[in-house]
T-cell receptor, first 109, second 113 residues
Framework: GIQVEQSPPDLILQEGANSTLRCNFS?????LQWFHQNPWGQLINLFY???GTKQNGRLSATTVATERYSLLYISSSQTTDSGVYFC???????????FGSGTRLLVRP | NAGVTQTPKFQVLKTGQSMTLQCAQD?????MYWYRQDPGMGLRLIYY???????DKGEVPNGYNVSRLNKREFSLRLESAAPSQTSVYFC????????????FGQGTRLTVV
């Protein structure tokens, strides 16, 4: 089945810094989502981005489906950005999402 | 608009006890899912239901059963809880038009002692 790898596994930033998180996947997909799991455990939808580029405030994402990767950019990071960032893609061309192992982000004040 | 609602939020069980986790969505989605998340890991699919009346196994179905009660509700049952089932459980829903976006409930933290 499809494999999803995220990097880096851990990231520590000083408030105000920028960062790039990466998601690689082993097969072609028609769906990719980025989620933020906050310190209280809630999964928050960030982007639904099967291809192209989207922006939402300080966050943006780019998926290059032909090269099987997606990038999540966080600019001017804030302490509230801390948590775990997951990307997820469909399993076996279905609606079932398979998750990467996540990038754990800590933003220090 | 509540989205996906799970109950309970927390539960402690003794080994061998049974319980049912409830999930309801109000987005008129056809597909619903149950995932579990173990410490430091991503989410793994337990069971899913592509539409009302259908259910199928995911990556880690052993020890669980599900019921798609109607289009809104999808429950997960642990018949005889084991310590290995200590986890955080998430319910999700999505439409069936491809491509589609999934939305998650707030999670149920289950501890089996």
């Amino acid at each position: 089945g499809i494999q999803v790898e995220q990097s880096p596994p851990d990231l520590i930033l000083q408030e105000g810094a920028n960062s790039t998180l990466r998601c690689n996947f082993s097969d072609s997909v028609n769906n990719l989502q980025w989620f933020h799991q906050n310190p209280w455990g809630q999964l928050i939808n960030l982007f639904y981005i099967p291809s192209g580029t989207k922006q939402n405030g300080r966050l943006s994402a780019t998926t290059v489906a032909t090269e099987r990767y997606s990038l999540l950019y966080i600019s001017s990071s804030q302490t509230t950005d801390s948590g775990v960032y997951f990307c997820a893609v469909p399993m076996d061309s279905s609606y079932k999402l398979i998750f990467g192992s996540g990038t754990r982000l800590l933003v220090r004040p | 608009n509540a989205g996906v609602t799970q109950t309970p939020k927390f539960q402690v069980l003794k080994t061998g006890q049974s319980m049912t986790l409830q999930c309801a969505q109000d987005m008129n989605h056809n597909s619903m899912y149950w995932y579990r998340q173990d410490p430091g890991m991503g989410l793994r699919l337990i069971y899913y239901s592509a539409s009302e009346g259908t259910t199928d196994k995911g990556e880690v179905p052993n020890g669980y059963n599900v019921s798609r009660l109607n289009k809104r509700e999808f429950s997960l049952r642990l018949e005889s809880a084991a310590p290995s089932q200590t986890s955080v459980y998430f319910c999700a829903s999505s439409g069936t038009a491809v491509p589609t976006e999934a939305f998650f409930g707030q999670g149920t933290r289950l501890t089996v002692v």
